[in-house]
């Protein structure tokens, strides 16, 4: 199993410009979480899905940043537009609903930096 | 509402010296315990978990914890810590079921020296 893949793994950009992050969580995983991990305030969850569905998304900033699911295997945080503020490492990870102490597995994450 | 404090933000030990980080939880329901380890540059990796039975949990590359109800705790132990434990330490908590999110600690970094 390839694991949860995210991308860009870097994305420098500018101030005002659109951005993107994608992920694919694990074949068969129906549960999919974005978090944000900045040194001052840790890891934060922004939104999650389940089923494809949109859950709970209160942990998103600002609607700057909207996140989509299309299908099972693909999910996109996009951030427009960006600020200098919004630098941080954005996590993906996706787990399987219905078990009993089931874990997340995570994506290595994408490192952001706006300019 | 649910939170998880860990009280040290960073902790430098000696290499064999001996471990723990602690992790204290506020969570309404039985709660579900973690601890996840993150190496720079990398996700998050699962060290251990805990739902039910024994309070004592073994994990992966030596490390154990202890669920301590009545103090609110989950410390991470280590008997003997190995350069390569550097890294930073999450604790997490929540309802296991893996449709809901995790919270988690803001970490405690881990450096080691020889």
């Known amino acids: 199993d390839a694991g949860v893949i995210q991308s860009p793994r870097h994305e420098v950009t500018e101030m005002g410009q659109e951005v993107t992050l994608r992920c694919k969580p694990i074949?068969?995983?129906?549960?999919l979480f974005w978090y944000r991990q900045t040194m001052m305030r840790g890891l934060e969850l922004l939104i999650y899905f389940n089923n494809n569905v949109p859950i709970d998304d209160s942990g998103m900033p600002e609607d700057r940043f909207s996140a989509k699911m299309p299908n099972a295997s693909f999910s996109t945080l996009k951030i427009q537009p960006s600020e200098p503020r919004d630098s941080a490492v954005y996590f993906c990870?996706?787990?399987?609903?219905?078990?009993?102490?089931?874990?997340?597995?995570f994506g290595s994450g994408t490192q952001l930096s706006v300019l | 509402a649910q939170s998880v404090t860990q009280p040290d933000i960073h902790i430098t030990v000696s290499e064999g010296a001996s471990l723990e980080l602690r992790c204290n939880y506020s969570?309404?329901?039985?709660?579900?315990l973690f601890w996840y380890v993150q190496s720079p540059g990398q996700g998050l990796q699962l060290l251990l978990k805990y739902f039910s039975g024994d309070t004592l949990v073994q994990g992966i590359k030596g490390f154990e914890a202890e669920f301590k109800r009545s103090q609110s705790s989950f410390n991470l132990r280590k008997p003997s810590v190995h350069w390569s434990d550097a890294a930073e330490y999450f604790c997490a908590v929540g309802a296991g079921s893996g449709n809901t999110p995790l919270v988690f600690g803001k970490g405690t970094r881990l450096s080691v020296i020889a």
């Open positions: 969570y309404g329901a039985t709660p579900y």
């Open positions: 074949s068969g995983h129906n549960s």
């Open positions: 990870a996706s787990s399987l609903a219905g078990g009993r102490g089931e874990k997340l597995f």
